[in-house]
């Protein structure tokens, strides 16, 4: 994408990380709402003296910015800061690398406009970026159909090993320990997506995903319909997002992750 070049990952370079957070006048917290989602940069981000404003669409937003601007109702964040640049009045400087970024913001954060997307005011942005001269085709190209031999290998891999599914209970499982990681050669992004695929089961109306991290179990949780991940996931998971797409984390074992998840299912099961 246009500027992905000069993106600082504080995973993989924290010393300039920290010396530009250091440099800061003005912070801005993009698409999550609570500071814990920053991991160890946390703490460089509450200690600063700069003014942080918050621009997000999930639910319940931590107090950690000056600046709040959280609107749970919208599809994605970019389509909020698209919906921002409007309403100062600055639309005619949206070139074409500011418009590929917010589409494909827009499209990602809606797993390709199949959730969280039935409002045509969506649409309308899209027709105003298509005529600033977004390539929507390319770009799903570039973001869904550019991954590795090893990634497609490890999702049938999942897919035929790991897969569980509950019918009475409409929902699924996939699972991905450390070890089987490491086999496949892992690399960040690979397992990415495998959450939605049993919700195209017939009557699969929930689908979990649990990763092995270093030091945590990663979730993720999908439904279509009006099942609530969100409140799932925070009930379970100590986590949240919005009512069909959401994350949360174990700090236990993946076996006790798993028991923890099969336990809540006959209490969910008024949702489903």
Not at 94 to 120: H, R
Not at 189 to 199: H, K, Q
């Amino acid at each position: 994408m246009p500027g992905s070049d000069r993106v600082i990952v504080y995973e993989y370079s924290p010393e300039i990380a920290e010396d530009r957070i250091n440099e800061a006048d003005l912070i801005f917290a993009l698409d999550f709402n609570v500071s814990s989602r920053l991991g160890n940069m946390s703490g460089l981000i509450l200690n600063s003296p700069a003014t942080k404003i918050m621009v997000d669409h999930h639910l319940h937003p931590d107090d950690f910015a000056k600046i709040v601007i959280s609107y749970p109702e919208i599809s994605s964040t970019s389509e909020l800061i698209f919906r921002m640049i409007c309403r100062l009045g600055d639309f005619s400087k949206i070139n074409l690398a500011c418009a590929e970024c917010i589409y494909t913001g827009m499209m990602s954060d809606t797993g390709g406009f199949t959730y969280n997307s039935n409002n045509q005011e969506i649409y309308i942005i899209i027709s105003e970026l298509i005529k600033i001269g977004v390539d929507k085709d390319e770009i799903y190209r570039r973001v869904f159909n550019t991954y590795s031999e090893q990634r497609l290998r490890l999702m049938g891999y999942c897919l035929y090993h790991k897969m569980k599914v509950y019918p009475e209970y409409k929902a699924a499982l996939i699972t991905l320990s450390a070890k089987e990681m490491k086999e496949f050669n892992f690399q960040n992004g690979d397992s990415e997506g495998f959450v939605n695929i049993p919700l195209s089961i017939l009557g699969v109306d929930f689908s979990v995903f649990m990763r092995e991290d270093e030091d945590k179990i990663k979730v993720s949780l999908r439904s279509q319909g009006t099942f609530p991940t969100n409140k799932f996931s925070a009930d379970i998971f100590n986590g949240g997002g919005h009512l069909n797409a959401s994350g949360g984390e174990s700090y236990t074992t993946m076996k006790e992750a798993i028991r923890k998840f099969e336990e809540a299912l006959p209490l969910y099961k008024d949702f489903l």
